[in-house]
Each structure stands twice: as C-alpha cells, then as structure tokens.
C-alpha cells in the first residue's frame, strides 16, 4: 500500500504563482509513474502532468505554464503553477502509477480568484 501526502496550494489571484506537493509513503520496485489530475467543480477530472523515468506530458491547457519536478529518485514530486488563471480552480489530485495499481492522494484545492 502506497500512500500520498499532498500539502500547498491556496488561493491566488490571477496570473499568480502556487505549488503543490506530493509526497509517497513508499517507492515501489520498479518503474512508475507519477503525477497530477485535476477536477474542477461540475467537470470530469482530468490529467494535468506526468512524470516517469523515461517521459514528461502536460495537458494542452497548461504547457509553458505549470512544471513537475520530481526529488531525486524518491517518490516526492511537485508542481509548479505559474500565470493562474480562474479556470485552473480545481481540486488537484497526486497519484503513483505502479505495474499493477494506481494511487490517488487525499485532493488540494487550488482557487484563483480576484
């Protein structure tokens, strides 16, 4: 069993700046993927950024926007949110991708508002 901590996010103004964190109990052998959803209220959730050993993927909405960085090769990783606008509010969600299950952590909302 893997579980995730997430801590950061907030509320900013648009065209702000936020992180947030994403810590895992444990690495599992093998290779996995981590990363990040979000959900926004009355939409499907939806990817945001990955991070495996061999590939980084962004949505399309947040491209030169939003970086995730991994620590090293332990399971802690982050995202970066520069230029927010209203409609990244959502509730962002870190999950660890392993060969036989997925991970989710408990949620941050993130709001951006003036």
């Known amino acids: 069993q893997v579980y995730l901590a997430q801590s950061g996010g907030g509320l900013v103004q648009p065209g702000g700046s936020l992180r947030v964190d994403c810590r895992a109990s444990?690495?599992?052998?093998?290779?996995?993927?981590m990363g990040w959803h979000r959900e926004a209220p009355g939409k499907q959730r939806e990817m945001v950024a990955s991070?495996?050993?061999?590939?980084?993927d962004y949505a399309d909405a947040v491209k030169g926007r939003f970086i995730i960085s991994r620590e090293g090769f332990q399971g802690s990783i982050y995202l970066q949110m520069n230029g927010l606008q209203p409609d990244d509010t959502a509730v962002y969600y870190c999950?660890?991708?392993?060969?036989?299950?997925?991970?989710w952590g408990q949620g941050t909302q993130v709001t951006v508002s003036s």
């Open positions: 444990t690495v599992p052998n093998g290779d996995f993927e």
């Open positions: 991070l495996s050993r061999y590939n980084t």
């Open positions: 999950y660890m991708k392993t060969l036989s299950r997925t991970f």
